[in-house]
């Protein structure tokens, strides 16, 4: 049988470990996907997955029923939407930067959390389309984020705190 992969991850310090995240749940591989374990997070919907880069055994996992947290390599996993209501629990994007701050895309905003910050902080001003479908940071200047939504591409510049459409040219394809 097959599985449908969401979301995919390589442990930036041992590549041969990769990381799955399926409609199953996540599943690990330590030998470059020559084969595969269930991490134990149960049969829940993965949409992404990020590494925190200054812990690289710290594993976030977005699902509809909120963001999970594993800091020994996928043995275990915690609920960390701490601060995220029950209408953000849905999260479709995840994204770290190099300091380690996790951003989210749930269905309604985005939102994100200072690697020793116990609760999530909405960063929506200047985002005209709650509905976050995809993260990017710009790895050469990290403050700079993207946030791909349902109605476009928004950019911003300072971690978050502010957002601005980033859609010129951007458009239907002739």
Known sequence: ???AVNALAIHPLSPTTLYAGTDLGVF???????????????SVQVRALAINPLAPATLYAATA???????NGTANWSAYSAGLSLSNLSVQALVTDPAATLYAGPASGLFKRINAGTNWIAINTGLTNPHVNTLAIDPTTPPTIYAGTTVGLFQSLNGG???SAATNGLGVLD
């Open 28 to 42: 690990k591989s330590t030998n470059s996907a020559a084969s595969w374990t269930n991490t134990g997070l149960g």
């Open 65 to 71: 029923s909120g963001v999970f947290r594993s800091t």
């Open 1 to 3: 049988t097959s599985v």
């Open 161 to 163: 705190n502010s957002w």
